[in-house]
T-cell receptor
Framework: GIQVEQSPPDLILQEGANSTLRCNFSDSVNNLQWFHQNPWGQLINLFYIPSGTKQNGRLSATTVATERYSLLYISSSQTTDSGVYFCAVERGTSYDKVIFGPGTSLSVIP | DTGVSQNPRHKITKRGQNVTFRCDPISEHNRLYWYRQTLGQGPEFLTYFQNEAQLEKSRLLSDRFSAERPKGSFSTLEIQRTEQGDSAMYLC?????????????????FGPGTRLTVL
């Protein structure tokens, strides 16, 4: 089945620093989403980005579908950015319809 | 619209008992997904519905698990004869799949989850 990898697995940042999170996937996909899971477990939508580049405030994302990767940029990080960031890919008809990566755990310290 | 809701939020049960969870999707969403998440892992896909039809089931889904979505609205996930290994967070998501130009759009929105503990 399709493999989804995320790097780095863990990241500690000083408040105000910038970071780049990466998601690699091993096969073609129909779409890709980035989520932030807060400490209470809620998955919050960041980007729906099967291809191209999008920006939302301090966050931006780029997916290069032909090369099978996506990047999430966080600029001027804040303590509220702490949590786990997941990418998820959706395929066509398949028993593994949606695959989440293992996540990047981000801690932003004051 | 208040988003995807799930009930109960927490469930503690004894091994061997049956449990049922409910998910109410965002209204008008035609797709509904169920996932399971254990500590330190990403969510794992279990099954999904297009309206009332269950279209895919993961190989992870044992025969003790069954899901329904009557009338294409809310959905229930039942686990029969629970085992300690079933302890996890069960997440529901919904989406509205539509064609936008030449692109199929299908953004999922998640509920808060139901945390199951099997003693």
């Amino acid at each position: 089945g399709i493999q989804v990898e995320q790097s780095p697995p863990d990241l500690i940042l000083q408040e105000g620093a910038n970071s780049t999170l990466r998601c690699n996937f091993s096969d073609s996909v129909n779409n890709l989403q980035w989520f932030h899971q807060n400490p209470w477990g809620q998955l919050i939508n960041l980007f729906y980005i099967p291809s191209g580049t999008k920006q939302n405030g301090r966050l931006s994302a780029t997916t290069v579908a032909t090369e099978r990767y996506s990047l999430l940029y966080i600029s001027s990080s804040q303590t509220t950015d702490s949590g786990v960031y997941f990418c998820a890919v959706e395929r066509g008809t398949s028993y593994d319809k949606v695959i989440f990566g293992p996540g990047t755990s981000l801690s932003v310290i004051p | 619209d208040t988003g995807v809701s799930q009930n109960p939020r927490h469930k503690i049960t004894k091994r061997g008992q049956n449990v049922t969870f409910r998910c109410d999707p965002i209204s008008e969403h035609n797709r509904l997904y169920w996932y399971r998440q254990t500590l330190g892992q990403g969510p794992e896909f279990l099954t999904y519905f297009q309206n009332e039809a269950q279209l895919e089931k993961s190989r992870l889904l044992s025969d003790r698990f069954s899901a329904e979505r009557p009338k294409g609205s809310f959905s229930t996930l039942e686990i029969q004869r629970t085992e300690q290994g079933d302890s996890a967070m069960y997440l529901c998501a919904s989406s509205f799949e539509e064609l936008r130009g030449y692109t199929l759009y299908n953004e999922q929105f998640f509920g808060p989850g139901t945390r199951l503990t099997v003693l």
